[in-house]
Nanobody, 115 residues
Framework: VQLVESGGGLVQAGGSLRLSCAASGSTFSINAMGWFRQAPGKQRILVAAITSGGGSTNYADSVKGRFTISRDNAKNTMYLQMNSLQPEDTAVYYC?????????WGQGTQVTVSS
């Protein structure tokens, strides 16, 4: 599976962004997927996860109520809608399976939130 993230950018606090994760290969629909982020000097953490069929989601407490994860298996694409962004959301965002697979990490997409 090859994963390509897009949709990041610079936004003011309180703004919104929608990230996309495009997957190649035929196994996307059978995997639980997640969005991870890594802030400067910090470990990469899982912020949102979704089951293979999209019927169940889970969020880190820090983003609960502000971020929404979704997927379209027909398009081999996963999304992360991020609302009410705060400076502490600044990070590189990555997608991967859950649990993550070392070989699937992509370049990520930078999200920068200015105060």
């Amino acid at each position: 599976v090859q994963l390509v993230e897009s949709g990041g950018g610079l936004v003011q606090a309180g703004g919104s962004l929608r990230l996309s994760c495009a997957a190649s290969g035929s196994t996307f629909s059978i995997n639980a997927m997640g969005w991870f982020r890594q802030a400067p000097g910090k470990q990469r953490i899982l912020v949102a996860a979704i089951t293979s069929g999209g019927g169940s989601t889970n969020y880190a407490d820090s983003v609960k109520g502000r971020f929404t994860i979704s997927r379209d298996n027909a398009k081999n694409t996963m999304y992360l809608q991020m609302n009410s962004l705060q400076p502490e959301d600044t990070a590189v965002y990555y997608c991967n399976t859950v649990p993550w697979h070392y070989d699937y990490w992509g370049q990520g997409t930078q999200v920068t939130v200015s105060s």
